[in-house]
């Protein structure tokens, strides 16, 4: 495994991080990426308006943060769903704030970020039933939010990448475009890149199983698909999708199986693969050019799709 100087730079980095006053290993984790994602990501770029709301459901009350882009603002903005990563059991506004006020702006969307239910608090299907609801929800009430309900589309990373295939697979006829960022697809850690990358950089297979354990206990003997996204079959509502994977990642090999999955149900798919990268790249403006690049591909998809 030949690594770049920056990414290097990176894990050394990484290595160096310690949780603060972590309670167990769940606090500890979702205490390590949330230092991550600050130390590492770059500056915030200053948006128009930050929103946040409670949108309330039967039981429960499901937060979302709306990010209104810098500019002139539209009537009816297009908009765009954002689902985060962190294992379906770690995530929160804050680790992921530099990255959607980044696709905001490049984009010229709003952009709503669902902070959803985790595990294993609440396992699956507590979170994707969050993220259903949600994406309804803005269709909904695109009206009153100033958005055009014709022109939704949606984004994943990692965790959230599996949750938005499962989305789009159950109401994909709201979305015009789904972009995945190195998607987790899969819970059984067995590819070859797991093989490789059993013991990181950024991911390991040991803290990947137990995820998968507190996210969808029954998986091992009954997996769901739409907890498992490699396991789905129909696709008939999937838009077009664009897939980015990381090379040293492991979730590289369940990635581009996904989206070979996708091809082969008739979804139009694009992959874009990034050389050097590891696995939360999109993580690491501070120090990587990559994070913009990616930024202004998925810009360039969303326009793509959203003025068609």
Not at 127 to 144: M, P, R, T
Not at 219 to 224: C, E, H, T, V, Y
Not at 281 to 287: K, L, P, Q, S, V
């Amino acid at each position: 495994m030949q690594l770049t100087s920056p990414i290097n730079k990176i894990i050394n980095h990484l290595e160096k991080i310690q949780s603060f006053n972590a309670q167990d290993p769940l606090d500890d984790t979702r205490k390590y990426l949330e230092t991550m994602t600050l130390q590492l990501s770059e500056k915030k770029e200053p948006v128009a308006m930050i929103e946040e709301l409670n949108v309330p459901q039967e039981n429960h009350q499901i937060p979302i943060r709306i990010y209104r882009p810098k500019g002139k603002r539209p009537e009816n903005s297009s908009a765009i769903i954002y689902i985060h990563g962190g294992w379906f059991i770690a995530g929160s506004f804050e680790t992921h704030d530099a990255v959607v006020r980044k696709l905001a702006n490049q984009t010229g969307s709003v952009i709503i970020f669902i902070d959803y239910r985790l595990a294993p608090e609440h396992p699956f299907p507590a979170g994707l039933n969050d993220c259903i609801d949600i994406v309804k929800w803005v269709a909904d009430h695109a009206k009153s939010l100033g958005i055009d309900r014709n022109q939704i589309g949606i984004i994943g990373d990692s965790a959230g990448g599996a949750l938005a295939t499962s989305v789009s697979a159950q109401v994909g006829e709201l979305l015009k475009f789904q972009a995945l960022i190195y998607p987790a697809a899969d819970n059984q850690l067995n590819t070859k890149s797991w093989e490789i990358y059993e013991t990181g950089p950024v991911l390991n297979k040991e803290g990947g199983i137990q995820a998968w354990e507190w996210y969808h206990p029954e998986g091992k003997n009954n997996p769901d698909p739409l907890a498992v996204p490699i396991l789905i079959k129909d696709f008939k509502n999937t838009p077009p999708t664009l897939v980015l994977i990381a090379e040293h990642d492991a979730l590289k090999d369940e990635g581009e199986k996904l989206a070979q999955h996708m091809k082969n149900a008739g979804v139009s798919v694009q992959t874009s693969f990034y050389k050097d990268m590891v696995h939360g790249f999109m993580h690491m403006g501070a120090i990587l050019n990559e994070t913009q690049a990616a930024i202004d591909e998925i810009a360039v998809f969303a326009h793509e799709n959203l003025e068609k």
